[in-house]
């Protein structure tokens, strides 16, 4: 009888336990549930001190407009997150709770490096993207980038690489093309554009490691650089049309035609 009566207390107290938990994750389930922590703000701000050059607080907090689901405790912020990236011109995004219905959204605005292609653009990363290009200033010539799709992580490597070079020329790359058959090509800003040929890194699967025969790519460049003042001061003017580094020894310049004059007597 007493082990009885102590079995029937112990049921009892178990279930006393389990029905004061149940109370409590009701409870919590009805706390966290109040509309007080609904989300009600979005802060939305830059990722750095400077203000926001292109991303727009308005456009970011309609990309997100009924795609946020949840309130402060139940929010996925991965979901948050992909949300806010798909917003035009944002490239990366941190989201934070703030206790307790806020939300914290901290923007990596893309920075645009060139035109890629027709209609998208190309940031510092080599990673495409699209946006919309009204918002960029007129007064921002922006170099244009031509190539297959996979190759613009290898172009963003090469304007770079060449831009350092032609510095010390005074001139500057305009426009970088490489072709189907990984031949490339760039148009200065004194008009000239350069035959630079098959480019050796292109065919690789991590073009920015280096590869062999890389250096001859580079030595053709460095050999047009060194020799270049000394054939323009040759040409006393001339305009050149463009220049072909792929041979061996040297380059070829082919001169720009000069226009047919067009003779009074013959016009009608």
Known sequence: MWNEAR????????????????FLVAALFWVVRLPV?????????PDTPAAFDYVSPDVVRSAIA?????????????????????????REV???????????????????????????????WGEVFTANRAVIDEQVDLPQFYGP??????????????????????VSVEKLSLNERYALQAT????????????????????????????SFGERIERFVRNWPQA??????????RVDLRYPNGFAITLAQSPTPVNPNNKR
Do not use: C
């Open 7 to 22: 079995l029937i207390n112990a049921a009892a107290n178990l279930l006393m336990v389990l029905a004061v938990l149940a």
């Open 188 to 215: 200065l800003s004194n008009g000239v554009t350069l035959i630079l040929g098959r480019d050796p890194g292109a065919e690789t699967a991590d073009p920015q490691a280096g590869v062999p025969g890389a250096v």
């Open 37 to 45: 922590f609904d989300i009600k703000r979005i802060v939305i701000s």
């Open 149 to 170: 799709d996979g190759s613009a992580a290898l172009l963003v490597q090469r304007y770079a690489e060449l831009g350092q070079w032609f510095e010390k020329l005074g």
């Open 66 to 90: 009924g795609r946020l689901e949840g309130n402060f405790f139940s929010m996925d912020l991965a979901q948050a997150r992909e949300a806010f990236e798909s917003a035009a011109w944002v």
């Open 232 to 241: 323009a001061a040759q040409l006393e003017g001339q305009a050149v049309e």
């Open 94 to 124: 941190n989201v934070k709770r703030v206790w307790p219905n806020e939300l914290h959204v901290e923007i990596q605005e893309q920075e645009p490096l060139g035109l890629w292609n027709e209609n998208q653009l190309l940031n510092g």
